[in-house]
């Protein structure tokens, strides 16, 4: 009977953690308040701490204002429904069944408290170790792996993220459209996300205008390679 039950709760723990605990293997909390709001994560930096790289305006208003909204009118769209008592990973692994308030403002909420972990005022500028060999592996150079990022970023019409991912063994470089992501099971390439890039105007237009190649290349100044390390070495 002992036995039984350790197996029972082995299987419920396997079938808990099999389920697209993407946040878990990323070391993403979605916080939420006493009420079941979600929370706006801190950025953990100062908003200045990018410079010149990203101004500290447009890191104010991207985080007090953009994300913000993502994550009020998240709460607005699953507030008395059944969503409420999903995990927003749950929600976005099935986004093609809720209502497209979920896919636009769950993504964005995912989205952008990846993005604020992404970022470092002490960038290492290069990656190293495992994932530097295995971005030599499938894309021949870091330099070429740059390159594919900055063209998926550079090529994305209007809105949207380029993302770097591990898809079956291997890095692959991708984007999406508006706040989609590809941990969606409407994205049109799946894989679990260990870099993105925000390539909306807002993120950049009030320094760059419409330079988005400068706020691309900028991008390589300001990126947390310990925390992208640190997430390809758990994952791959
Ligand atoms: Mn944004």
Known sequence: MKYVKLILMGVIMLSNSSFASFSEKLNLNFSKDDAGKYLLPELGYSYDALEPYID???????HTKHHQAYVTNLNNAIAGTEMEKLSLDELLANVSKYPVAVRNNGGGHWNHAFFWKLLSGNSSKTA????????????????????????????RFG??????????????????????NP??????????????????????????????????????????????????????
């Open 128 to 155: 190293s170790g495992k994932l530097l060999e295995q971005i030599n592996k499938d894309f021949g150079s870091f330099d070429n792996f740059k390159a594919e990022f900055s063209k998926a970023a550079m090529g």
């Open 56 to 62: 500290s305006r447009t890191m104010e208003i991207h």
């Open 183 to 236: 941990l969606m099971d409407v994205a049109e390439v799946n894989g679990l996300p260990i870099l993105g890039l925000d390539v909306w105007e807002h993120a950049y237009y009030l320094k760059y205008q419409n330079r988005r190649n400068e706020y691309v290349e900028n991008f390589f100044n300001v990126i947390n390679w310990e925390f992208v390390q640190s997430i390809f070495e758990k994952n791959f």
């Open 159 to 180: 809105s949207g993220w380029a993302w770097l991912i591990i898809q079956d063994g291997k890095l692959v470089v991708t984007s999406t459209p508006n706040q989609d």
